[in-house]
C-alpha cells in the first residue's frame, strides 16, 4: 500500500476485562481480526462510544480517509476489496464453512453472552452496568443499561428452561452455546488455527467472542466453567491465539486531549466544562485500567486484581463527589451572578456568555449491540430507536 494513503482510522467501544474492548464484534476487527496489523502501516484506534460518528449509528467503524465503513461485517467486505483478504487461500467448501461457523457465533454464542451479562442479576450489577458506566458519559450511564435489558429479555424471550443431560434444568441458551462450543472444538482438532496454519476471518471472530465467554473475572462466570471443564482445547486456542496477537505492531495512539488550565475556565465556559468531561473519563480509564491480559488459568490472580480495581473505583467516587460538589457551589455563584469574572474587554465576554447560555447543549443518544449488527439508540428523553429509524424533530 502506497505511504501517501490516509491511515485507517477504526472507533469501537473501549477496553473491559483486560481485553480490547467488551463488544465482540468490534473486537473481531480491532485487534482478532488482524487485517489492519496485519496489512496497513499505520492505523488509528479511537475509543468511542459515540453514534454521532457513524452514518448508521454502528460500531465498530472505519474511516478509510474520507470514507466511512459501520459493522463488522461490512468492515471486512471492506477490506476485502482493498486487497487484505485473510481468506485468500480458502476453498468456496472452506469460505461456505466459516460463513456458517461465524453465523453460529454471532448468533447462539452471542446469546448466551448477552443471557450471561444481562440475564444473570449478580454479573448485571456487578459487572455490566459497571463496565458501560466507564463507556458512557454521567448521565446515560443510568439509564441507558437498564434499557439494553430491556432490549435483551426481548431478544431472549423464546428460550426456554430444559434439561440438561445431568437431569438438571438450565437455560436453553446455554444449551445450544454447549452444541457450538463442541462444533468449535471438532473443527479445531489439534491444528493451530481453524483452516491450518494461518488465521482467517473465521479465527478472528471466534477469538473475539470465545475470549468473552472465557472470562474468570465476572461475579458468576458461567461460561467460563463450562469452557474450562468441558472444552479445554478451546482455552488453548484463546491463549494461542492471544499470544499471536502479541507478534502484530499495535495501532498507532488516538490524539490526547490539551489539558485543562484555569484560565480557559474564566475566558471558555463550555469548552472548560467539556474539556473537564474528558479529564474525568480519561482518570476514570487510568484509575480502572486492565491493561493487563486476561489470566484464563489462575482465578486467585484474578480475584486479587479485581479487589484492587474496586478499591481504586471507590478512591476515584470518593474524590469526584468532592469535586462534584465543589463544581456544583462554582457553578451556582457564577450562574446568580454572586461572581463575575471580567477581563479587559468587557463587551466581547458579554458576548460570549452570552452565546454560551443560548448554544450550551449536549446529545445524549448513545447505542450498543445487542442484536447481532443491529444497534439500539437512545437519546436524552430515554426513547429508543433501532437501526433504520429515524427520531422525529
Known amino acids: ?79 476485502k476489496r482493498k486487497g487484505f483478504d485473510l481468506d485468500a487461500n480458502l476453498t468456496p467448501l472452506q469460505l461456505a464453512q466459516s460463513a456458517s461457523f461465524i453465523n453460529l457465533i ?50 431472549l424471550a423464546g428460550y426456554r428452561m430444559m434439561l440438561d443431560h445431568n437431569q438438571e434444568l438450565v437455560n436453553e441458551v446455554y444449551l445450544n452455546a454447549k452444541d457450538v462450543f463442541q462444533a468449535l472444538d471438532d473443527k479445531l482438532g489439534d491444528q493451530l488455527f481453524f483452516f491450518g496454519d494461518k488465521p482467517t476471518t473465521l479465527d478472528a471472530v471466534a477469538y473475539a467472542h470465545l475470549s468473552l465467554h472465557a472470562l474468570p473475572l465476572l461475579t458468576n462466570p458461567k461460561l467460563h466453567a463450562i469452557l474450562t471443564f468441558s472444552f479445554p482445547n478451546l482455552i488453548a486456542y484463546i491463549t494461542r491465539m492471544q499470544a499471536a496477537l502479541t507478534l502484530y505492531p499495535p495501532p498507532s495512539p ?29 482518570l476514570w480509564s487510568a484509575l480502572t485500567s486492565e491493561s493487563a491480559p486476561a489470566s484464563y488459568g489462575d482465578p486467585e490472580l484474578d480475584a486479587r486484581e479485581k479487589r484492587k480495581r474496586e478499591a481504586r473505583v471507590e478512591t476515584f467516587w470518593k474524590w469526584m463527589s468532592v469535586l462534584g460538589a465543589v463544581g456544583f457551589f462554582v457553578g451556582y455563584v457564577v450562574a446568580n451572578g454572586i461572581v463575575e469574572f471580567r477581563s479587559g474587554d468587557d463587551d466581547d465576554h458579554d458576548d460570549d456568555d452570552e452565546d454560551y447560555h443560548g448554544h450550551h447543549s449536549q446529545d445524549s443518544k448513545g447505542h450498543a449491540v445487542v442484536d447481532g449488527d443491529s444497534f439500539v439508540y437512545v437519546d436524552e428523553d430515554g426513547n429508543v430507536f433501532t437501526e433504520g429509524e429515524s427520531e422525529e424533530e
Open 1 to 79: 500500500m502506497a505511504s501517501t494513503q490516509p491511515p485507517f482510522e477504526l472507533f469501537a467501544w473501549g477496553p473491559a476485562w483486560g481485553l480490547d474492548s467488551f463488544d465482540p464484534f468490534c473486537m473481531s476487527v480491532q485487534r482478532g481480526q488482524c487485517y489492519l496489523s496485519l496489512s496497513c502501516a499505520s492505523w488509528v484506534c479511537t475509543k468511542s462510544s459515540n453514534p454521532k460518528i457513524s452514518p448508521s449509528g454502528e460500531l465498530p467503524l472505519l474511516r478509510d480517509g474520507t470514507i466511512p465503513v459501520a459493522g463488522r461485517a461490512n468492515i471486512i467486505r471492506h477490506l
Open 106 to 155: 454471532e448468533t447462539k454464542l452471542y446469546d448466551s453472552l448477552l443471557h450471561t451479562l444481562f440475564m444473570d442479576a449478580k454479573n448485571y450489577s456487578e459487572d455490566t452496568v459497571r463496565v458501560y458506566s466507564k463507556q458512557l458519559d454521567f448521565v446515560r450511564r443510568f439509564y441507558v443499561p437498564e434499557v439494553l435489558k430491556k432490549r435483551v429479555v426481548g431478544r
Open 254 to 282: 488516538s490524539p490526547t486531549p490539551p489539558s485543562l488550565h484555569i484560565v480557559s475556565i474564566l475566558s471558555d465556559p463550555s469548552g472548560a466544562f467539556s474539556a473537564i468531561a474528558a479529564d474525568v473519563s480519561r
